[in-house]
Structure formats: C-alpha cells, structure tokens
C-alpha cells in the first residue's frame, strides 16, 4: 500500500511538473497588454488589449511537421512500453511471487491515472494556454464610463496578460465539384424543413461579394420579399422563409431555409428557393429596391443602439471579427456601393448548382 501511495504521489508531481514546464517554457513576446479605446457612438467605448493584425498573424502562422508527429507517437509507444510491462515486470521481480500480480495492477493503475490526469487536466493547460492570449481576446465596456478610468481597470486587471506564440492555420477547404442533398428523418411529430445552402467567402467589411450576398438574403428572402409573398402569405405552402449570410472568419455557407406547412409541396418549396437563386444572376433587381433594402438595414441597426446593453450586443460579434467597431462603419459604407450589377456577379460566382447543398427533414413514416 505504501508503495502505491508513493507512485501515485510521483505520478501526481509529475504531472503537475510537466504542466509548469508547459506555461513556463513559452518566454515573453510583446510588451504587457495594452488597451484602446474606440467609440462608434456616444454610448459605447470598446477596450482591447494590444495584439498583430490578424493578417500578420496568419502570415505567420506554423505548419504540422510529419516527421514531428511520427515521432511523438513513436515516443509515446516507447514509454508505454518502458511502464507497461517494463516498469511493472522491473518492480514484480523486487516482490514475492504471490504479489506479483498485485504490483502489476498497482503500475497499471497508477498509469492509467497518469493518463487520464493529462487528459483532463495537463491537456486543458496546454489549451488554455494556447488560445487564452490578449491576441485572440477582446474587451467591450459600453455605458456611462470614463475611458481613462476604464483603460486603467484593464491595465490593473490584464495588463501583465503576454502574448502566445502559437498560430492556427485552418486548412482550406476543397471546392465542391458536384449537388449534394441529405434527407433526415425525424421520429416526433413535426412540419418538414428544406435547407438550400451555397459556400459563401470569409467576412470582409470590404469585399463587394460578402456584402451582395447580406443584401440579397434581405432583399429575396425577407418578409417583404416577393418570394415571401407568395410562398407565405398567397400559395400557403409554408410558414417561415429566412435565409442567413452568417459572419466567419473562415468561409461558411449562404443557406435559405423554410419551413413548410404542406408536406406534399415540399419539393415545389425547394424548387422555388433553387429558382430564385438561379434567377438572380441574370436578372438583377432595380436600383430604388436595392437602395430601399441599403437603408433599411442601415436604419435598422441604427435604431437596434438604443440601450447600453444593446450596442454591447451588437457590437461584439462584429468585434470577434475585426477587433474594431470601425468595421461597422466600413461594412455599411461597401452596403452602399453595392449596385445591382455586383449583386447578379456575385450570384453568378457564388449560387452555381455543382455547389449546392439541399437538405430536407421530414417526420419519419410510422
């Protein structure tokens, strides 16, 4: 029992050890954190600690080397080997023959806890200290606020907060070549769902494609959309129309999704979502409904500002993005240079059949 003990105690300090070496061996970067202040509006001011682009992060950005993790995992062999049954055969011949077995189980067990150990404890170290860095990290104080006093709470609180050097390098996705669908089938009761969904790019406050493919989603698929109109209020056939433009980092998808109140029209539904898509490139809509659609979403955030806690949640997302409420301003400025002809090219470059994705759920037949 006490020599149990005392590999448990050593496989414990072991851990703890290796997990010290892993935040300690990292030397200083940058100087401590730094905080700025922004405010778009009166209301908010916007704190964040001192970071690199994000383009100059990714430039440098580090590459998986094979020949590393090769050997790591030929390391990580060995030293189950060495314990088991190296470590356990080593201590067995030290005992009688009748406690052989028992030292066997008690190496056994005291790596297993070593095992689990890291993978609870020492592996969310190492994660947290990857990606718990002031550069991956934003701070928004919105409110009655003194900047001053705000940016030396952020200083007291963070400002010995130093910066990682790991980079994660998303690998790019290949382009889809052909359609794909996917049918789900639901065991409770419910009205069936079509989701047509196209790859869509990164979010760019800039790129004329990015903000096209927002103005389309409001323009064809809201409420006061002709498509809408018709599939909703006149034909019947469903209840819910929307289609999403989400914001990422890293592509995502334009998806329009319905949902329908007749199961047999379900395949008429999709055709007229696929219809519309397809209409699109060649025929734009007129200027005085895009430019009623531009100020309708400008306006619309303008007035969603009218609550400290309302511009935190508004701008937050768009802070996770670009670190800058000045993205906002940027966005909205590319929202109105958008003409009818860059909405059809970026339905003509964006909506093409070979990469669609159509999913359908639908209640399960008894």
């Not at 055709?271 to 734009?284: F, M, N």
């Not at 659609?293 to 400008?298: A, G, K, N, P």
């Not at 511009?311 to 000045?326: C, D, G, I, M, S």
């Amino acid at each position: 029992m006490k020599k149990l003990l005392l590999s448990l105690c050593l496989g414990i300090g072991l851990v703890w050890a290796g997990a010290a070496l892993a935040q300690s061996a990292e030397p200083p970067k940058d100087a401590p954190a730094a905080a700025e202040t922004a405010a778009p509006t009166p209301a908010p001011a916007a704190t964040e600690p001192a970071a690199a682009e994000p383009a100059a992060a990714a430039a440098a950005a580090v590459t998986v080397d094979k020949g590393d993790v090769a050997w790591m995992m030929t390391a990580t062999l060995l030293v189950v080997l060495m314990v088991l049954p190296g470590l356990a055969l080593f201590y067995g011949g030290l005992v009688r023959s009748k406690n052989m077995l028992s030292v066997l189980m008690q190496v056994m067990m005291v790596f297993s806890l070593i095992t689990v150990l890291w993978a609870i404890y020492g592996y969310s170290l190492a994660f947290f200290d990857r990606f718990y860095r002031p550069e991956n990290t934003t701070i928004l104080i919105a409110g009655d606020l003194a900047p001053a006093e705000a940016r030396a709470l952020v200083e007291r609180h963070w400002g010995g907060w130093r910066r990682g050097s790991y980079r994660l390098e998303v690998p790019q996705e290949p382009p889809q070549k052909a359609p794909r669908e996917a049918r789900i089938e639901w065991e409770t009761h419910t009205l069936p769902y079509v989701a047509v969904a196209q790859r869509a790019p990164a979010y760019d406050d800039s790129d004329p494609d990015c903000a096209a493919l927002d103005l389309i989603s409001a323009l064809c698929f809201s409420p006061g959309s002709d498509l809408y109109r018709r599939l909703v209020i006149e034909e019947q056939w469903a209840d819910e129309l929307w289609a999403n433009q989400a914001d990422h980092l890293d592509p995502y998808l334009f998806t329009v999704v319905a949902r329908v109140k007749q199961p047999e029209r379900l395949p008429d539904v999709r055709r007229a979502i696929e219809d519309e898509l397809d209409r699109l490139a060649g025929a734009p809509p007129p200027q005085d409904r895009l430019e009623q659609v531009q100020s309708h979403l400008f306006y619309r955030f303008v007035l969603s500002l009218n609550r400290s806690d309302s511009v935190a949640a508004q701008l937050a997302p768009f802070l996770a993005l670009r670190r800058t409420p000045e993205t906002v301003r940027r966005l909205f400025e590319t929202y109105h240079r958008v003409t009818p002809q860059n909405l059809a090219a970026a339905a003509a470059a964006w909506f093409r059949p070979e990469g669609r994705t159509v999913v359908t759920l639908e209640e399960k037949p008894q």
